[in-house]
C-alpha cells in the first residue's frame, strides 16, 4: 500500500511540473474588456474562439465585469493553437484556463457558455473546448 501510494504521488508531482512548463503560470493584472486582457509583464491576450461587444455597445460593461471577477489577479494557463501566436493587433491569441474550486476552467469556453460573448469563427473555439488544461 505504502508503494502504490508513493507512486501515485511520483506521478500526481511529475503532471503539476510537466503542466507548468507546458501551461506556463501568469497573472491577469488588467482587464480591456470581455476578450481582452493583460498580464504581468504588459502582455495583451486575445481570447481565442470569442467576440465580446465592444465599448459603448450592449453587454461590454456585464461582460468586462464578468471577466474581471473572473480572472483579476488571478493566476492562468495560456493555451496556443495553430492560428498562429499573435493577431495584427500584437496581441498574444490564446485560450485562458483559471482555477476555480482547485480546478482548471477555461474562461474563454465560460463566457460563452454564460452568454456574455459570442463565438467568433475567424479563431474557433471548438478545436480545444473539451480538452483538459494537464494532460
Not at 11 to 38: F, Q, Y
Request: glycine fraction near 6%; include cysteine; charged fraction near 30%.
Amino acid at each position: 500500500m505504502k508503494l502504490w501510494m508513493l507512486f501515485l504521488g511520483i506521478v500526481l508531482a511529475a503532471s503539476a511540473a510537466r503542466a507548468d512548463e507546458c501551461w506556463p503560470l501568469r497573472t491577469v493584472v488588467r482587464v480591456i474588456d470581455g476578450d481582452t486582457v493583460v498580464l504581468d509583464g504588459g502582455e495583451h491576450v486575445r481570447l481565442l474562439g470569442i467576440d465580446a461587444p465592444e465599448r459603448r455597445q450592449q453587454g461590454w460593461r456585464k461582460a468586462t465585469d464578468a471577466v474581471k471577477a473572473m480572472l483579476l489577479h488571478h493566476r492562468v494557463m495560456l493555451e496556443y493553437d495553430s492560428h498562429g501566436r499573435l493577431d495584427r493587433y500584437g496581441r498574444t491569441l490564446a485560450y485562458l484556463w483559471y482555477e476555480d474550486n482547485d480546478a482548471w476552467r477555461m474562461a474563454n469556453r465560460d463566457l460563452l457558455a454564460r452568454g456574455l460573448v459570442a463565438c467568433y469563427t475567424r479563431f474557433p473555439i471548438d478545436e480545444c473546448i473539451d480538452r483538459q488544461p494537464i494532460p
